[in-house]
């Protein structure tokens, strides 16, 4: 943990769980109270009470497969159907998701104009439903479909009805819900599973997501550093940056001189970049943002 001149803060022998709680509390209270404009990152860890898994362990590997990339989904149709037959069942699930206490906590922090910007790493929508108005999604909603033909942009609601009507006696087996909204899934033999099409021209459809191997469209971290500019303080919530567009971020934060804030279970990409690093749930941290 380091003070707010980013000196070392030693940790004390013996010290009680609830006593660094307390002082984690005190030291980030110091920060969060002593500069107005915060920019804010947030990661699957900021989803994962409202029922969404983290896609990483405390120690920044894989808890699951690694998902679909981009170059297998437009050049596979056997990627592309598997992808969309996961999907059929994992979204109620994914749709019906909920915000936790931190999302609301940056809800108000918005309200109370302590925010120089929201960026989020999730695909969830989850920001948006807890009442944050200007969010950057880094990497897109999951909550739309885009034809990568004719650019025609669909709400997902709209083809999972399609889904379920392609593949309406699905039976997941062994299903485990992942991050970006599918599940894992072992087949029983064959599906006849025909992959839908755009319902305007044909083409190829692929959800509003920034794939692995994908690169993102090239305004929205230009948009996320102007952010920075008006930005006194940085705070990460649920992200363990091992994903380089927020790393980049995080290290121009640095660059800047800004303090920099983690709440994340486990290790960081940029703990050596850190000011202050708490390692709580989100949500066990959210009434500090008041």
Not at 44 to 67: F, K, L, M, N, V
Not at 194 to 220: A, N, Y
Not at 222 to 235: C, G
Not at 268 to 278: S, W
């Amino acid at each position: 943990m380091h003070g707010d001149d980013g000196d070392l803060i030693p940790a004390t022998p013996g010290i009680t769980d609830a006593a660094q709680t307390a002082a984690l509390k005190t030291a980030f209270q110091a920060l969060w109270q002593g500069r107005r404009r915060w920019w804010i990152l947030t990661g699957a860890g900021c989803s994962t009470e409202a029922g969404i898994p983290c896609y990483r362990d405390r120690q920044g590997a894989w808890q699951h497969p690694a998902p679909v990339t981009w170059q297998d989904f437009v050049r596979s149709p056997a990627v592309r159907q598997r992808y969309w037959m996961r999907s059929r069942l994992g979204w109620p699930r994914f749709a019906a998701a909920r915000p936790g206490l931190m999302h609301e906590a940056l809800a108000r922090a918005e309200v109370a104009g302590r925010l120089a910007g929201l960026v989020t790493q999730n695909v969830d929508g989850l920001h948006q439903r807890a009442g944050s108005l200007e969010v950057l999604d880094l990497h897109g909603r999951l909550d739309r479909v885009r034809c990568l033909d004719c650019g025609d942009l669909s709400a997902r609601e709209r083809l999972q009805a399609r889904l379920e009507q392609a593949w309406p006696d699905a039976l997941p087996v062994g299903s485990v819900v992942r991050p970006d909204g599918d599940v894992d899934i072992q087949a029983s033999g064959a599906v006849d599973f025909e992959i839908p099409s755009c319902e305007q021209c044909g083409g190829m459809l692929k959800p509003d997501v920034v794939f692995f191997g994908e690169r993102l469209p090239p305004d929205r971290p230009q948009r996320a550093l102007e952010q920075l500019e008006a930005a006194e303080a940085v705070l990460v919530v649920g992200s363990s940056l091992m994903v380089y567009s927020g790393y980049r971020l995080i290290r121009e934060a640095a660059r800047r001189g800004l303090p920099i804030v983690a709440i994340n279970l486990g290790v960081t990409r940029a703990d050596e970049l850190l000011t202050l690093k708490i390692e709580r749930l989100c949500g066990e941290t959210a009434s500090w943002l008041e």
